[in-house]
């Protein structure tokens, strides 16, 4: 019965469908993908593989190579989105929209014609969610966000960025999560996930080793092969295997003498067939010189899509220099992603994102990553009823996100001054106003920018000084001072004025806290920053700091929350604070040198000269290099502070011994003090040092606890796999773990172990021999211990 009404029907239907439809071209969903690509024409399968050029705000004409120009005439379905393919409605082939980017969806909040807005959720940028820990929040931040682009007609979204915070001044790290690739791949996943669960995409990016934004078009970086693949892949193959990402971004840069997107080592070898990778690749926004190449190495598709470019590709499909099957190889997997996307799915979007529900999402992560530095005699939090002189630009500009095409359109911004308000502590109103007059007035002095896409120039701080101060003093109970930075695309931070304070700032801080400390009161610090800054050398000025990071557009409530104690601080370090810029390993080679300084600068600004930056520190990048070679930081990975106190005990493996493919290990964490919170338990291990070098501990796992009310327990439960324990050695082009004792450390953070425990690896392990890929051209003389 059952077999009979399953083929009744395409007894009927076939010969029917067979005689309509003999002169038509299958169409994408019904026939065959590869039937699909068999009748495409040559020009066809170029049109799909080069985009449709791009309309971007605040860029000028003239700047950005030129797109066709019928292309341009094509209506924007979601204007000011980063990038659009071609249709070919012969075959039912939609155009799809990429967009921007990762904290919060970019396009244009007003469309010409229409009265609508389209603002879009700031959400926190991705270095406070990685210092949430919370993998569980990372993914309901996706959920949320993932919303927005469906709602608003994208099929994919040009996110996660997931590069590595190698060095503090690094332009774009805000839009990265963390120095270690283990924390970088795993909030990338639960972020794919939770976006991808809307039936839209993603495109994990940069792939891979852009950590920089010097010259960032052309510049090539020397890495070793076992730098690579611990540090800079590592996150990736986290991501990818963890999320299946629709697709993979390439990256600008070269790695060691080949331009990402033209290398097939790395979008072949070790996406694909490494990783198993299924979906498609696009470069960069303008990314590699050599179309041919990046179309061989298997970058399906070139973005935004230039003339030149069409022009090119179709010459190599004629003189063959590009296969007919690398050709349909290409083209096959960017129809395996339409044919999910929104777009082919004819979903009927609202251009209506429910913006309240989502701000809400904002604001609760924002408060978890947030992370409490210091809190001297219990600071914080504030008391209710107080008198808070609110101190420093940013508590009445409050940055909620960097700059560049990390940037969102968002509708408002809550600053601290107003977070305070709502919670219930008036700032001191002569200050406020005293702030938005000298605010105002150097806005107006400030050069307006050729391109709106760069980081403005902070507007410096206010001096406070003589009665304004000694007013604020003896009126009353606490001063907070916020502390700002921006950064973004198109350039990286410098060590004056940026990593370190300004002359204004350290004066401000300085002369706050002895007026202040002069009558009994109190200095809490607000850090609203994307990225690390020097701290050591101000922080006794100071009775509490809160990083705030770079909060989302609910800002200033969720410090609000932080402050007032309606949430305990939960976050810690992902990336470290040293004590000085010079104890970062990559110091003396950040950011990397121009090849021929007597370049002439291309009309193009992000273009850039040809440039090279070698990573000689190694595997030794952020903790794994400070914990080794025993440089303390001013607060070190992992690092963060409650308004409670955690106790650990009982650490135990389930076994002494390793079986060769997983152990388990498991601890209580108890809430020892007075109020509820959460912990944060990250595992560590360290390796017996037999050939390679090791680093003294490397992070395997970490677990946030539910919220423990005092005297609370929970019992947090970690997997440690055989590949947890190996580091890949070059010379066998193999992950290796040595035979030995290994110790667990679990810690509160990287230097604050609270239990250890050992196990022994009879025999080593050698996972499958790989290819050897991406190998450097010259040699690098690498950090050793
Ligand atoms: C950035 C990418 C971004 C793309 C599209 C590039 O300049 O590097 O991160 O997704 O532009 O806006």
């Known amino acids: 019965m059952m077999k009979a009404s399953r083929f009744l029907p395409l007894v009927i239907f076939l010969p029917l469908l067979s005689c309509s439809d003999k002169n038509q071209a299958p169409q994408l969903g019904e026939a065959p993908v590869k039937e699909v690509v068999a009748a495409m024409t040559p020009e066809e399968k170029v049109k799909l593989i080069i985009g449709m050029g791009m309309n971007y705000d605040g860029i000028p004409d003239g700047i950005l190579p030129p797109a066709d120009p019928e292309d341009a005439k094509v209506p924007e379905k979601v204007p000011g989105a980063a990038g659009r393919t071609h249709a070919i409605p012969r075959l039912g082939i939609p155009s799809i929209v990429l967009s921007d980017g990762p904290a919060g969806v970019r396009i244009s909040p007003k469309r010409k014609g229409n009265d609508s807005t389209f603002y879009a959720t700031a959400f926190p940028t991705a270095t406070l969610l990685a210092s949430s820990w919370d993998t569980t929040l990372v993914r309901k931040v996706g ?19 997931m590069n590595i915070h190698r060095n503090p001044l690094g332009g774009r790290n805000f839009e990265y999560y963390s120095e270690d690739p ?101 470069t960069d926004w303008f990314g590699g010189k050599n179309v041919v190449a990046q179309i061989n190495a298997g970058n399906d598709m070139i973005m935004p899509g230039t003339t030149a470019q069409t022009e090119d590709l179709m010459a190599a499909v004629k003189n063959g220099k590009v296969s007919p099957a690398q050709l349909d190889e290409n083209v096959e997997r960017i129809l395996n992603i339409i044919l999910k996307s929104p777009s082919f799915n004819k979903y009927a979007y609202s251009d ?22 210091k809190n001297n005699a219990d600071a914080l939090p504030l008391t209710t009823g107080k008198k808070v002189a609110l101190f420093g630009n940013t508590s009445y500009n409050l940055i909620a996100g960097g700059t560049g095409s990390g940037d969102v359109n968002k509708q408002y911004v809550i600053s601290l001054h107003q977070g305070l308000a709502n919670a219930g502590y008036a700032p001191e109103a002569s200050l406020q106003a005293a702030y938005q007059k000298y605010i105002a007035d150097e806005k107006a002095k400030q050069p307006k920018a050729a391109i709106a896409f760069f980081a403005p120039k902070p507007i410096a701080e206010m001096p406070v000084t003589g009665a304004l101060l000694q007013n604020e003093a003896a009126n009353t109970d606490i001063a907070i001072v916020t502390i700002g930075r921006n950064a973004g695309e198109g350039g990286d931070r410098q060590e004056a004025d940026d990593f370190d304070l300004t002359f204004a700032e350290r004066q401000n801080l300085k002369q706050i806290a002895a007026a202040y400390h002069a009558k009994s009161k109190k200095v809490v610090v607000v850090l609203n920053i994307g990225g690390v800054t020097e701290i050591a050398s101000w922080r006794d000025n100071a009775d509490a700091i809160l990083l705030a990071w770079q909060p989302g557009l609910e800002g200033g409530n969720a410090i609000a929350d932080i402050l007032s104690g309606k949430v305990n601080p939960s976050g810690k370090l992902a990336t470290t604070f040293p004590v000085k810029y010079s104890d970062v390993p990559s110091a003396k080679t950040f950011p990397g040198k121009l090849l021929n300084p007597d370049d002439k600068t291309p009309a193009n600004p992000l273009m850039g000269k040809p440039a090279e930056v070698t990573y000689d520190e190694g595997i030794y990048v952020g903790y794994r290099y400070y914990n080794t070679f025993n440089i303390k930081p001013a607060y070190e990975f992992g690092y963060g502070l409650s308004y409670t106190t955690f106790a650990y005990s009982n650490l135990v493996l389930s076994d002494s011994k390793f079986n060769g493919k997983s152990l388990e290990a498991k601890v209580t964490v108890t809430n020892s003090g007075k109020v509820a919170g959460k912990e944060v338990a990250q595992l560590y291990i360290s390796a017996p040092v037999k050939d390679l070098n090791k680093p003294a501990i490397e992070l395997k796992g970490f677990a946030k606890t539910i919220l423990l009310r005092p005297g609370e327990s929970a019992t947090l439960t970690f997997t440690i796999n055989a590949a947890d324990l190996a580091s890949y050695d070059p010379n066998q082009a193999a992950w290796v773990a040595d035979a030995g004792a290994y110790t667990v450390k679990i810690g509160a953070s990287s230097l604050n172990i609270k239990q250890t425990a050992g196990f022994e690896l009879a025999q080593a392990i050698k996972a499958a021999k790989l290819k050897h890929v991406l190998t450097p051209l010259t040699l690098i003389k690498e950090l050793k211990k």
């Open 143 to 161: 959920e949320a966000f993932g919303s927005e682009v469906r709602d608003y007609g994208i099929d994919i979204l040009l996110a996660p960025g």
């Open 182 to 282: 283990v924390i970088a791949g795993n909030m990338a996943a639960y972020f794919v996930n939770g976006i991808q669960s809307n039936n839209v995409g993603t495109s994990i990016k940069h792939f891979a080793a852009n950590n920089q934004e010097f010259n960032r078009m052309q510049l090539n970086t020397h890495v070793s092969e076992r730098a690579l693949r611990e540090i800079y892949l590592k996150g990736f193959e986290i991501a990818v295997t963890k999320s299946h990402p629709w697709t993979v971004m390439s990256s600008y840069n070269l790695i060691n003498g080949t331009y990402a997107s033209e290398s097939r080592d790395l979008l072949t070898t070790v996406l694909r067939d490494e990783w198993g990778f299924k979906g498609f690749v696009m």
């Open 352 to 373: 209506k994102p429910d913006l309240k529900k989502d701000a809400g999402v904002s604001r609760m992560a924002a408060a978890e990553g947030m992370v409490l530095l």
